[in-house]
């Protein structure tokens, strides 16, 4: 039996999507290539309501996300942090020799507008932002954050979509951001391999001035290829037949049934845990796909091995919280009885280590 996944990513692949990955494999300078990725191209447009330049990269999602500095930004950027992820951002900027003006937020709150106002200057190019932080299970309030920046300013939006794209209404054409990352092994339900980038032509303008952007991820070579169905290099071909199929299942499912799931999974899960140990993110911001639950004195070695001998994984804490906490994945295509199941077993398993 296969165990399966509570992961935060990579996260449990139904036999289906594996089944359609099995396809004979094809060169991909030729039609059969370009037919497959224009498909997914305007799949993906349809899946994610958004009119934004849609480029992909063989890569996990940092890949991408360090595109968005080393092609957005000449000098300065504004990185915001309210975890490991939104660190992790500032550190692609540091390490790419760009000035990161930080803000960093405590643990387990949200970005509010009290925390950008006046933070924004004249020389920030642009600032990055994660939407669905998977360190503290915080989902930051995008478009008040937006917002509170463009007020006065205007610098280039980056987003970290990973954790949050397929499973959380972004509303993409409202946010009006420039840059939406994310990768496959996460809500999409996918093996990990392939970057995505929603792009817009104010990033691409911008680039086109900022010189050493390098060439596996610059979104100018990737564009000029993807204009004509084309990638830039050899492609994960096998993965995006496993993309097609998953996007035509999300069409099937339709977007809003899939976000309410989310939101139901996550219900499951956050009741359950704020009974039994406690939420270490704020109330109001918890994200639908990720649940990071206080440990208190539980042993979660001892139960998270227990939990696997029933063929059950979830997560460890992640980063600086990693001894207090332990996380729940709520997504991708899980069920609400799944994630019922689930917390069933972590009850049966804790009241037997009583
Ligand atoms: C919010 C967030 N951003 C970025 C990443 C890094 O993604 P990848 O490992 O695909 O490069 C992760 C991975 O867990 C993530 O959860």
């Not at 925390?115 to 200057?121: I, L, Q, S, Y």
């Not at 169905?229 to 071909?237: G, H, S």
């Not at 109001?284 to 990720?290: A, E, F, K, Q």
């Amino acid at each position: 039996m296969t165990r399966r996944l509570f992961t935060v990513g990579p996260v449990e692949v139904r036999d289906e999507v594996l089944e359609a990955m099995k396809k004979p494999m094809i060169v991909h300078r030729g039609k059969d290539y370009t037919r497959l990725q224009r498909g997914i191209v305007e799949k993906l447009h349809k899946v994610l309501d958004t009119d934004l330049h849609i480029l992909m990269a063989p890569a996990s999602a940092s890949g991408l996300l360090e595109s968005c500095v080393r092609c957005g930004v000449k000098s300065k950027m504004l990185g915001i942090s309210n975890g490991s992820f939104g660190e992790r951002w500032q550190t692609i900027g540091l390490a790419n020799g760009k000035i990161v003006k930080k803000i960093d937020v405590p643990w387990g709150r949200a970005v509010r507008s009290v925390d950008v106002e006046g933070r924004v200057d004249d020389e920030v190019e642009a600032i990055s932002v994660v939407s669905n932080e998977s360190s503290t299970g915080v989902l930051n309030p995008l478009g008040e954050i937006i917002s509170t920046v463009r007020s006065k300013h205007d610098p280039l939006v980056f987003i970290d979509g990973v954790t949050a794209v397929g499973a959380v209404d972004l509303r993409l054409k409202k946010l009006c951001v420039d840059a939406l990352v994310f990768g496959t092994q996460k809500a999409l339900a996918l093996p990990p391999g392939l970057a995505i980038i929603c792009v817009s032509d104010r990033l691409l303008e911008k680039a086109g001035k900022v010189e050493s952007r390098g060439y596996y991820f610059d979104l100018l070579e990737i564009k000029k290829y993807a204009d004509k169905d084309l990638p830039l290099t050899t492609p994960p071909i096998s993965l995006l037949y496993g993309l097609d199929f998953q996007l035509d299942r999300m069409i099937k499912e339709g977007m809003p049934n899939r976000y309410r799931r989310h939101a139901e999974m996550a219900e499951v899960v956050r009741s359950w845990a704020s009974k039994r140990l406690g939420l270490y993110a704020e109330d109001g911001y918890r994200s639908n796909t990720i649940t990071v639950v206080n440990k208190g004195n539980l042993d979660f070695e001892s139960m998270h091995e227990k939990l696997k001998e029933r063929n059950l994984e979830i997560s460890a804490g992640y980063g600086k919280i990693k001894e207090e906490t332990f996380r729940i994945g709520h997504m991708g295509d899980l069920t609400v009885e799944d994630v019922r199941f689930l917390v069933r077993t972590i009850d049966e398993i804790m009241e037997a280590m009583r």
